[in-house]
Nanobody
């Protein structure tokens, strides 16, 4: 069974850090991208960050550039999102997703329709 399982969300004060994990199972192909989207209350889902699994190319939304870092562990089939210097506007449900990407691609698609497998989401709340 193909699935993604997120973990690591929670409540943190402004300026704090959290690390989200997305564990993938049931996949056989290595030609894919893993991404994080988020949806804040009353807002549309938005792209946060992504990584091409085969070569490690990354992409970040401007709103998180310099504060968030995406990485992967091939041995664990797990993607991570390290979130530092968190702000109240980062409060949202964070979703990881997986979709096809050519092996030599260096561009992570930021459109949600590309991604055909989604996790259940994990809540991140930044508040004092």
């Amino acid at each position: 069974q193909v699935q993604l399982v997120e973990s690591g969300g929670g409540l943190v004060q402004p300026g704090g850090s959290l690390r989200l994990s997305c564990a993938a199972s049931g996949f056989t192909s290595s030609n894919y991208a893993m991404v994080w989207f988020r949806r804040a209350p009353g807002k549309e889902r938005e792209f946060v960050s992504g990584i091409i699994w085969s070569n490690g190319s990354t992409r970040y939304a401007d709103s998180v550039k310099g504060r968030f870092t995406i990485s992967r562990d091939n041995t664990k089939n797990t993607a991570y999102l390290q979130m530092d210097s968190l702000k109240p506007e980062d409060t949202a449900v964070y979703y990881c997703a997986r979709g096809p990407a050519p092996y030599f691609s260096t561009t992570v698609p930021a459109v949600s329709s590309v991604y055909n497998t989604w996790g259940q989401g994990t809540q991140v709340t930044v508040s004092s």
